[in-house]
């Protein structure tokens, strides 16, 4: 059984940093990604970011890019997402997903099969 954890959400001010992570169990066969997804209230739900196990590469939204870090732990299959320099739009419902074919590189929700229950994350101006 799959099962992805996602934690690390919380109330934080403009300009200010975060670091969320998911936990992963059941993808341990062959190469996996994990990816973080977010939505606004009012708005549709937007990649922010995927890491693979095998490799460690790394792909980022528009949104996000150049201002996060995302990192894995394969011993832990814990994947980290650090992120910085906080804005107001970054406000959403943060969650991670796990379980796409080959594990490859995609910021797509329907490429995944398996999703965490998702954290907060509040951007206060």
């Known amino acids: 059984e799959v099962q992805l954890q996602a934690s690390g959400g919380g109330l934080v001010q403009a300009g200010g940093y975060l670091r969320l992570s998911c936990g992963a169990s059941?993808?341990?066969?062959?190469?996996?990604?994990i990816a973080w997804f977010r939505q606004a209230p009012g708005k549709e739900r937007e990649g922010v970011a995927c890491?693979?196990?095998?490799?460690?590469?790394?792909l980022w939204g528009d949104a996000v890019e150049g201002r996060n870090a995302i990192h894995i732990d394969n011993a832990k299959n814990t994947a980290t997402l650090q992120m910085t320099s906080l804005r107001s739009e970054d406000t959403g419902t943060y969650y991670c997903?796990?379980?796409?074919?080959?594990?490859?590189?995609?910021?797509?929700?329907?490429?995944?099969?398996?999703w965490g229950q998702g954290t907060q994350v509040t951007v206060s101006s």
């Open positions: 997903a796990g379980g796409n074919k080959f594990g490859m590189l995609t910021i797509i929700w329907g490429d995944y099969a398996y």
């Open positions: 059941g993808l341990t066969r062959g190469d996996y990604a």
């Open positions: 890491i693979t196990s095998g490799g460690g590469k790394a």
